[in-house]
């Protein structure tokens, strides 16, 4: 009981952080239910009566053969392709509004990784790398040759690892409440997840959304065993990595994030940033820090998130004159 509560307080939890998040999809984004067997389906766009509100845009839901698995996707909107990777637990629908206001203006392909949501698990570590394997393979099973990323927290991770083993298919990234190291975390983070259970998912919209399209709900409990074991598992990938990386970056933490706010400064200056823009000129990364946000908040921070990515992706910055 004290870990449960431990767990309600601010600090991070891949598991309340995927709860608290799965909430805000049903909330705010596409009802979850029960997909068909078939590989792919079209939502057909129905043109609107006069005095009526237009058809949602059209969105292609598939599976592909990656890597041994069937990896499921959705594909929102036109434009140029932004590729959206989830935190654990989570499936599409914990994105919300985030994925429908980006579909506005760009073709927004929103994954669901191994073991998540619709993806069914198969006899395979989970990992970092492994994962960012997986969204290459699936970009171009797509055919899609290069497309901005976003991750959030594990989905963060597995972006950072896409810029490094598959930078030519990444143009821009975005991080969101993830680290290069583990001791980007406090200290809190690996203990507390050491603690979940699957029980503490029962009766949350984490273990009800997964029940809903999960090919096995009963693989719940692997899922949780396969995330603790990554995610208290140790890991630091070289700064020469990240200093390599090509791509503009924008990271964004909230204030009160699971991530520490010295991380995420130090990623930034891996990346460029840390100048006197006045006389040096613009880094092409950013770092973003949101105010009274935890790490879970930061996914109900859409009115702040989607101005912010948009502007990002499209190279805009605000006029400035001395």
């Known amino acids: ?51 009526q509100v237009p058809a949602a845009p059209q969105v292609q839901k598939g599976y592909a053969p990656v890597n041994g698995l069937k990896m499921y996707y959705e594909i929102h909107g036109a434009g140029k392709p932004l590729v959206l990777v989830h935190g654990a637990f989570m499936t599409v629908e914990a994105w919300g509004e985030t994925l429908s206001e980006l579909a506005k203006t760009r073709q927004v392909i929103a994954v669901e990784l191994q073991g998540h949501g619709r993806t069914a698990d198969i006899d395979r570590p989970f990992s970092f790398e492994q994962f960012a394997d997986d969204v290459a393979a699936l970009m171009r099973h797509l055919a899609v040759p290069k497309a901005d990323v976003l991750g959030y927290s594990l989905g963060g991770g597995v972006a950072l690892q896409m810029a490094i083993r598959h930078p030519e298919l990444v143009d821009k990234l975005i991080i969101a409440s993830a680290t290069f190291r583990s001791d980007g975390w406090y200290p809190e983070v690996q203990k507390t997840v050491a603690t979940i259970t699957p029980d503490v998912f029962n009766g949350t919209p984490t273990r009800d959304g997964y029940d809903k399209v999960a090919p096995d709900p009963s693989g719940f409990a692997g899922l949780v065993e396969r995330i603790k074991t990554a995610m208290v598992k140790a ?32 990623m930034f200056r891996l990346l460029g940033g840390g100048v006197f823009g006045d006389i040096a000129g613009m880094p092409k990364s950013r770092l973003a820090v949101l105010p009274g946000t935890n790490h879970f908040a930061i996914m109900f921070r859409g009115a702040w998130l989607v101005p912010m990515v948009v502007e990002f992706l499209d190279g805009k910055g605000p006029a400035v004159q001395m």
């Open 1 to 51: 009981m004290k870990a449960v509560k431990h767990m309600g307080s601010c600090i991070w939890i891949a598991a309340l952080a995927a709860a608290v998040v799965a909430a805000a999809g049903c909330k705010g984004g596409a009802p979850q239910g029960g997909e068909a067997a078939k590989s792919a389906e079209m939502t057909a766009m129905q043109p609107a009566e006069p005095g």
């Open 235 to 266: 890991y630091a990938w070289p700064e020469a990595s990240i200093r390599a990386i090509a791509s503009p970056t924008l990271i964004i933490i909230g204030d009160s994030d699971g991530v520490r706010p010295e991380h995420a400064v130090e």
